[in-house]
């Protein structure tokens, strides 16, 4: 997985941004989102959670798998992220 | 382009804030490390004398002291090393800059995303596919009008078929398109037809908005002035034509006036700078305000100026004084340095 051709992401002192320099807007993420935008080279969702296991408590594991599918599907719907 | 952008339409949108779902809320420019955006108008000279050109840029207009090459090439690694995201190139016409194709390439090989806002006159085959090899994001041609006689009224020095042609240049190699319109009294009857060209043309956005009273645009006013009951219709006309095209080329068009767009910026900064051709940046487009100088300071203490120059008690006052004199906008040029 990885982001579309004109989305740029960028890390911040809160989290981090998307640029989609199509529409020219601005996703401003959590430090949650800023990790799984981080680990997309992983793979798809489940090697990213994975990924994120391993930053992680484990025992937040179904938060993150959680975290992970719902944000996955929102830049999906958005069209900000390709396979 | 830079020189003939209408009142918060194209650039100046830049780096509003989406609101996505499950993160943190929205980001101010005053929260980021750099700005998202860096407008550049990397030259004044021009190919054309545009009747309603906010930089009064044309034939021999160059600026005196306009950055030199070492010096360009300076802030762009700036802005590289600083990772912002999307630059724009515009004039003045850029691809009269002598260096034009080397900052092009200077920009894309560093993978951030460069606009080009041309008005289409060296747009040759040769041209469009060198802009395609080096990975341009986009083109964005300034069409104003879908005819020759209103195209070239606005456009003096200007051809319409020069323009369309190097259009038609720009995706025979794959380049993406943009097309900017700006309105005047004789061109806004035209708007739905220059709509429907861009999209023939194969340009995948189109902008608009209200044209400025500044720069050339002051001289001519009574050339261009468009009535409240022609934007109303222009607007009514560009509606149908973003239903129309929805999903096929997006139609953005800025329907608010320029003091409420300023209202707005104030309170809420898009994380974007306006270079001039000799280095200096401007608070915003539409203000007179100057909050750096790249000949004398580095990116990280203009980008620090200038989150901190919003909050100028001048930036307001300036906005109130427009709000009782709108024309204000013809002292634009009168830079005053914050």
């Known amino acids: ?83 | 382009m830079g020189a003939d952008r209408v009142s918060g339409a194209a650039g100046e949108g830049a780096a509003d804030v989406a609101a996505p779902a499950p993160h943190s809320g929205p980001a101010e420019a005053e929260d980021l490390a750099a700005p998202l955006y860096v407008a550049w108008q990397i030259t004044n000279e021009c190919n054309l004398a545009c009747l309603h050109c906010i930089e009064e840029s044309g034939p021999g207009k160059a600026f005196a002291d306009e950055l030199d090459d070492a010096q360009v090439f300076s802030v762009i690694d700036q802005l590289m090393a600083s990772d912002v995201p999307y630059v724009s190139f515009s004039g003045g016409e850029p691809m009269l800059h002598p260096q034009f194709f080397a900052m092009v390439e200077r920009v894309c090989s560093r993978g951030a995303q460069l606009k080009v806002e041309t008005n289409g006159h060296y747009l040759s085959p040769d041209n469009c596919a060198r802009l395609g090899d080096l990975g341009v994001k986009a083109v964005q041609v300034s069409l104003d009008g879908a005819s020759r006689a209103t195209f070239n009224r606005m456009r003096v020095r200007g051809e319409f078929a020069t323009t369309v042609e190097g259009v038609r240049n720009l995706r025979a190699a794959g380049v993406p398109v943009e097309i900017n319109f700006s309105p005047a009294v004789f061109n806004v009857g035209e708007i739905g037809a220059v709509v429907d060209l861009a999209h023939e043309l194969g340009a995948y956005s189109f902008y608009t908005g209200r044209t400025m009273y500044t720069g050339n645009a002051v001289k001519a006013w009574r050339h261009l002035q468009v009535s409240d009951a022609q934007y109303e219709r222009f607007f009514d006309v560009l509606r149908a034509k973003a239903d129309e095209y929805r999903g096929r080329m997006r139609v953005y068009f800025h329907e608010a006036g320029l003091l409420e767009e300023l209202r707005f910026r104030l309170k809420h900064p898009a994380a974007l700078l306006i270079v001039l051709p000799n280095g200096l940046v401007k608070l915003i487009n539409a203000l007179p305000f100057v909050c750096g100088d790249f000949r004398r300071q580095t990116l990280a203490e203009i980008w620090a100026n200038f989150r901190r120059a919003w909050h100028d008690p001048r930036v307001a006052a300036f906005i109130d004084d427009l709000a009782a004199d709108p024309a204000r906008t013809r002292t634009l040029h009168q830079w005053v340095h914050l």
């Open chain 1, 1 to 83: 997985m990885r982001l579309t051709k004109f989305v740029k992401f960028r890390e911040e002192k809160f989290g981090g941004v998307l640029f989609e320099t199509r529409s020219e807007k601005v996703f401003t993420l959590s430090p949650t989102a800023t990790a799984i935008v981080r680990e997309m080279g992983a793979g798809d969702e489940r090697a990213i959670t994975a990924r994120l296991r391993e930053q992680f408590d484990a025992r937040d594991s179904a938060t993150i798998e959680h975290d992970v599918r719902s944000f996955v599907a929102d830049l999906r719907q958005r069209g900000l992220v390709e396979d």
